[in-house]
């Protein structure tokens, strides 16, 4: 297929996308975010995850940790269940197989969960660093399993959460290959996932990183720094005081009877243990020969920006008013 071809038939993906009714396409990344609306407020310390060379999302391994916990509880309800029913039934005068054989259900359902379990403490973590010094994307997905693309190539969009849980994921799409169509998560922090203003700001703190480097994207003055991640925050008062209680009462409590703190240290020791691999690495590296690649940041119009509006955004012009 030609050049012309793959161009049109990615093209032709991201077209459908646009149609799909739980995707929505954001602004080009060439289009700044009105500068009243965006604040930040991450915590950039980490100089290992962000620094003028590059930045890195691992979003997915706070994800993962409170999937393997939820995974570990029903395991282990379902344990606690069987042994209750087993016990008894042999207290009434059956035998182990005549208890046990009614049970065959939750049986299967303990064995499931603990394959799954199984599988979600050895799955490789998902992470993302955004190379601005090479203006490159690269993800990475497991031994052998990461690709790398233009900065300047990368179309946004907000998934709708098809389960109704009310999320709405931040995704970078790009082409692989000839004419292949990939995604990746833009979230850095659980938060991003909250409502659509909250991926237009990410977005923006992505493009002015790209473009400008970290000072461009410090925490606003006025907000509270925290570090960016995929583990949801505990519940304070000032957000109600039944979240409060509950969180206090019932999740705290659940969190640590249940092996959470393993859990959470086992998956991010994992994590800190994963190694890119060395072209990634050279490419992130100080004084990296970049000579093969094209360098010059992406940078924003000067005369029309995007602005929320409650619902979705608007194009504006530097006046503020609605063109688009």
Not at 13 to 26: A, G, I, S, T
Not at 82 to 93: D, E, F, M
Not at 107 to 114: C, G, I, N
Request: proline share 5%.
């Amino acid at each position: 297929m030609s050049n012309t071809g793959n161009c049109r038939s990615f093209q032709l993906m991201l077209k459908n996308l646009e149609n799909d009714p739980n995707w929505q396409r954001l602004p080009d990344i060439r289009i700044a975010m009105a500068p009243h609306q965006a604040r930040f407020s991450d915590d950039l310390s980490d100089r290992t995850l962000f620094n003028d060379r590059y930045i890195e999302s691992r979003v997915l391994v706070g994800k993962m940790a409170f999937a393997l916990r939820l995974t570990c509880a029903g395991f282990l309800a379902s344990l606690i269940i069987l042994a209750v029913a087993i016990t008894n039934g042999v207290q009434a005068g059956k035998s182990w197989g005549e208890a046990a054989s009614p049970l065959w259900v939750i049986s299967l359902l303990s064995v499931l969960l603990f394959v799954l379990a199984y599988r979600l403490a050895k799955a490789e973590p998902v992470f993302v660093r955004f190379n601005r010094q090479a203006q490159l994307v690269h993800v990475y997905r497991g031994v052998n399993q990461t690709v790398s693309a233009p900065w300047r190539e990368v179309h946004p969009f907000t998934k709708f959460s098809a389960s109704g849980d009310g999320k709405f994921y931040l995704t970078l799409v790009f082409r692989v290959g000839q004419s292949d169509l990939d995604a990746v998560s833009g979230a850095f922090d659980i938060g991003d996932e909250s409502a659509l203003v909250d991926n237009l700001v990410r977005l923006e703190f992505l493009r002015r990183y790209m473009a400008e480097g970290l000072s461009a994207v410090q925490p606003d003055p006025a907000s509270t720094p925290h570090k960016p991640s995929g583990f949801s925050a505990a519940a304070t008062r000032e957000e109600g005081l039944l979240d409060y209680l509950i969180e206090k009462l019932v999740m705290r409590p659940g969190y640590y009877l249940l092996g959470g703190c393993w859990v959470d240290r086992y998956l991010l020791r994992r994590a800190a243990n994963i190694r890119w691999p060395a072209e990634v690495e050279r490419l992130c590296a100080p004084g990296a020969d970049l000579s093969s690649y094209d360098i010059t940041p992406v940078q924003s119009r000067k005369d029309v920006y995007h602005r929320f509006n409650g619902y979705g955004f608007d194009l504006v012009d530097i006046a503020g008013e609605v063109i688009g």
